[in-house]
Each structure stands twice: as structure tokens, then as C-alpha cells.
């Protein structure tokens, strides 16, 4: 069982709110991603850090901003929600890999974080 | 550009039958595969990995097959469960770079007691 956490789990908000979807894992994992995903549909990478200080955009196209001020946390935060930004938001995390030849990037989700902008 | 996409949008068994989800992917250069599991209001949840110098791994129920030749891998369950309803996603790691796991759409299969 891994041990990452998301809070809220399920959160609904007005458009124009700011919003801050919290993730914390406590397996010293260097790496830590955000997704988002619909119901059913594959994760679209939206943010992800190698470590402290590192923020890197992912491949889908997004209007939120990412932290990593502290090894085991890496907040998502939205200024403005809008309607669009429905989705389930999904965090995780991995070890760092230190050779290429035997990369892994098994990677540890939370249980996702349902968000709903009216 | 990379993609990964599983051929069977829907699959559905009967209790103690075995199961097989297919995977196909398009980049070669790919060294390294993961299936996960994801049940409903969960996140995904790692059931097996394999690597791009191994053509089938074990685990306990599952099997992951790795064809190389025509970039397709498989996740067979043994004596599939009602546990094992769930949607299944397969991923890949683009070596060279950023080591981003690219998922593929989900599959979901239904197990019927």
C-alpha cells in the first residue's frame, strides 16, 4: 500500500475560485506528478518535479500551478476555476532512478481528488 | 509521436475464467511497461512491470507479455476474480529524457459471478 495522500477528495466550487488540491507522501520519493483524468478516459500529465525546487509542465495543456517547497508535498493550485477544469485531478510519486540502463518509473498514485466547478 | 492505446474498450468474464487485456504501442524505442489497475473512486494501483529485455514476467494471477516485434504487450489474469472488475490501464516510459510514463486508454473489465 502506498502511502500518498490527497486532500479534499471531493470538492465544489463556484467558477472564478481559487483553489489549492493538496498531496503529501511520506516514502521520500523524489519525483511527484499531477494528472488529470475523466471518468474512464487514460491520465493526461498536467505537472511533475524531480525534487525540491524542480517544477516541470507536463503534456496537457493547463491553467494551474505547482510547488515543491518540501520533498513530500507538491500542491496544485488554480486561481480562477472554471467549468472546464471539472475532472479528477491525480497525484504521484517515484523514485528517482539513478542509471538509465535500469530506468524505473514505477510510479504511486493517491486515491485522486474529484473537482467540480459549477 | 508516442502513443499507447489498448485494442478492447469493454471486456467481460465469467468468474474463474482468465482473462486477457491487449496493449498496443507505437514507440520502439520504449524500454520499459506497466500495468495498472484502477477501481472506481480509486487511483490506479501498480499490478506488474516489465522491461524491454524480458519477454514475459509472473506475478501472483498475472502475466504481462512483451512482443517487441509488433509492439503489443498483454496482461492475462488467471482464475479472474469479481475483486478484479476494474478499469485497466497499460503505460510506457520513453527513455531519453524526462522518463514521462505514457498511459493508454483505460479498458474496463467486468467480472460476472
Known amino acids: 500500500e502506498a502511502d500518498i495522500y490527497q486532500t479534499p477528495r471531493y470538492l465544489v466550487i463556484g467558477t472564478g475560485k481559487k483553489i489549492t488540491l493538496e498531496c503529501s507522501q511520506t516514502m521520500g520519493h523524489d519525483k511527484m506528478y499531477w494528472y488529470q483524468q475523466d471518468p474512464g478516459m487514460e491520465l493526461h500529465l498536467i505537472h511533475y518535479s524531480y525534487g525540491v525546487n524542480s517544477t516541470e509542465k507536463g503534456d496537457l495543456s493547463s491553467e494551474s500551478t505547482v510547488s515543491r517547497i518540501r520533498t513530500e508535498h507538491f500542491p496544485l493550485t488554480l486561481e480562477s476555476a472554471r467549468p472546464s477544469h471539472t475532472s479528477q485531478y491525480l497525484c504521484a510519486s517515484s523514485e528517482l532512478s539513478r542509471s538509465v540502463r535500469s530506468s524505473t518509473d514505477t510510479q504511486y498514485f493517491g486515491p485522486g481528488t474529484r473537482l467540480t466547478v459549477l | 509521436g508516442e502513443s499507447v492505446g489498448l485494442h478492447l474498450p469493454t471486456l467481460s468474464v465469467q468468474e474463474g475464467d482468465n482473462s486477457i487485456i491487449n496493449c498496443a504501442y507505437s514507440?520502439?524505442?520504449?524500454?520499459?511497461f506497466i500495468w495498472y489497475k484502477q477501481e472506481s473512486g480509486k487511483g490506479p494501483q501498480f499490478i506488474i512491470d516489465?522491461?524491454?529485455?524480458?519477454d514475459k514476467r509472473q506475478g501472483q494471477r498475472v502475466t504481462v507479455l512483451l512482443n517487441k516485434t509488433v509492439k503489443h504487450l498483454s496482461l492475462q489474469i488467471a482464475a479472474t476474480q469479481p475483486g478484479d472488475s476494474a478499469v485497466y490501464f497499460c503505460a510506457e516510459m520513453i527513455q531519453g529524457g524526462s522518463e514521462k510514463l505514457v498511459f493508454g486508454k483505460g479498458m474496463k473489465l467486468t467480472v460476472n459471478p
Open positions: 516489465i522491461r524491454s529485455n524480458m
Open positions: 514507440n520502439s524505442a520504449s524500454d520499459y
